[in-house]
């Protein structure tokens, strides 16, 4: 089974319609990430946690809500989709030991279509 | 703020070649990580190398091969004797090596074909 796996992996929606997307992992790692893909742009970070008390705002957050409602769960929120946040979203997430070399394990994303 | 520029959105190279793929960035801070992620069309994510900014060796992991030069920001990543499966999307990335954080900063990205 995938370490990190995210729900659903394609999804299209109307305008005004409030999504969630879910990612889970079974890594055992406090911090978890979400990440939008544009193309040309690369992934830009949305949101971060890192443990179920601290979430914080990443590079483009307005229009989105997190909730990590527990350490292996972290879910990403768009309240009313808009068309311009039709993108490819991944989740990661990250161990804090410094034996870690930082890396960050994403799963395989989820196509999300804002009609 | 860490930026990430990689110039080139598309390339092309024939198996069996060699293929060098750019990318700079900038930053104030000293000390860091960099990466290149391969994306293959089934949209995973596969860390490819990581390059310590404190080590003036380069990064190699079998046929990948970075050439990081920090005076000039620079780490590009080349592929030798390439492969049809490395026909993928190539991202470059940025990481302040700290206590809190752990975030990415990513380039653009490069498309990068292997023909037969």
């Known amino acids: 089974d995938a370490d990190v796996t995210q729900t659903p992996r394609n999804r299209i929606t109307k305008t005004g319609k409030r999504i969630m997307l879910e990612c889970s992992q079974t890594?055992?790692?406090?911090?978890m990430y979400w990440y939008r893909q544009d193309p040309g742009l690369g992934l830009r970070l949305i949101y971060y946690?890192?443990?179920?008390?601290?979430?914080n705002k990443g590079e483009i957050s307005d229009g989105y809500s997190v909730s990590r409602q527990a350490q292996a769960k972290f879910s990403l929120s768009l309240e009313s989709a808009i068309p311009n946040q039709t993108a490819l979203y991944f989740c990661?997430?990250?161990?804090?030991?410094?034996?870690?070399?930082?890396?960050?394990?994403f799963g395989p994303g989820t196509r999300l279509t804002v009609l | 703020a860490q930026t990430v520029t990689q110039s080139q959105p598309e390339m092309s190279v024939q198996e069996a070649e060699t293929v060098t793929l750019s990318c700079t960035y900038d930053?104030?801070?000293?000390?860091?990580?960099l990466f290149w992620y391969k994306q293959p069309p089934s949209r995973q994510m596969i860390l490819v190398i990581r390059q310590e900014a404190y080590k003036q060796q380069n990064a190699t992991e079998n046929r990948f091969s970075v050439n990081f030069q920090k005076a000039a920001k620079s780490f590009s990543l080349k592929i030798s004797d390439s492969q049809l499966g490395d026909t993928a999307m190539y991202f470059c990335a940025f990481m302040k090596r700290e206590d809190a954080g752990n975030m990415l900063t990513f380039g653009g990205g490069t498309r990068l074909m292997v023909k037969p």
């Open positions: 930053t104030s801070e000293s000390n860091y990580y």
């Open positions: 990661a997430t990250s161990d804090a030991s410094p034996s870690s070399y930082n890396e960050q394990f």
């Open positions: 946690s890192f443990d179920v008390k601290d979430i």
């Open positions: 890594k055992g790692h406090d911090r």
